[in-house]
């Protein structure tokens, strides 16, 4: 099953300009809105419990990702939605199963679930959760890609893991779709990728157009490890969107949000549409299929307009 995030809305901000926390709901659904009229697949969102560095200060606005994405699923039709992705330290893999199959029956069958090792020290501290080492960390993702797998496709379970183990765990009713998609988000070359190819149908890296066609040469090379098909493994990479209609005002924009040169070389993608485009396809002429695009001014639905048909035609979204 391939992920059905070739051209993702990542909203990581809700400190939402002229909105109050009493309107934030409503404005949220109509980014995501905006999204999908005008060719975005999939809308996701950050799974942290403090706003992190490179967005804005700790103390900024954040809400809970699953409960967001089971209130989106309720007003939106057609994008899938998920987290970029879930930090497996946060909650009991197998609850977590129970609760993406929940988001994937509230939305008709477009949940995503992005899992990742995670890494907020300060974070875990702040809630009282204990932050294992990057080893036991890996090894608790691995559980839970196992666990999660398990309970989409069967009504009925059982896993034994390193550190969680399932026994006849019911998942009733099941995945609308008899699984959902998983995404494994970072550029780990000796885990992330082959933990992508062992038990994923989607991953999300970072890096400027040789780094991201170094990382899927190493996909390909533990698919082939591990006996999989790389083709059933749909491929993004993260972007930072700044578009406006002329391309003078979208490298106002770029000034403006202070993107240093190698956050533009790495990152950012900015122009008018065609030029936005332009950027992106030397993207994926790198190896990639789509792009999670994160957009500073998001809240500006004629902004995601012009992001969504600018992009999607290169993805093949319906626009």
Known sequence: MRAPVTLDLHLPDFNLPDTPPEQLFERLVEIAGAAEESGFTCVTVMDHLHQIRGIGPRTNWMLEGNTILAALAARTSRVSLGLLVGGVTYRNPALVAKITTTIDVISGGRAV???GAAWNEEEHAAYGF???????RFERLEDALRIARAMFTQQESSVAGRHHSTAGAINSPQPLRGDIPIVVGGSGERKTLRFVAQYADGCNV???????RHLMDVLDRHCEAVGRDPSEITRTRMAAAFVAPTHEAAMRKLEQAGVSDEQRRTLA??????????EAQAILDAGVEGLT?????????????????ALGPLVGAAV
């Open 206 to 212: 970072f890096g400027d157009v040789e780094r991201v």
């Open 113 to 115: 679930l992005g899992l």
């Open 293 to 309: 695009v994160r957009m500073p001014d998001a809240h500006d639905l004629e902004s995601v307009a012009l992001v969504g048909r």
């Open 130 to 136: 204990r932050f294992p080492p990057l080893r036991e």
């Open 269 to 278: 993608i900015a122009g008018d549409p065609d030029g936005l485009a332009e």
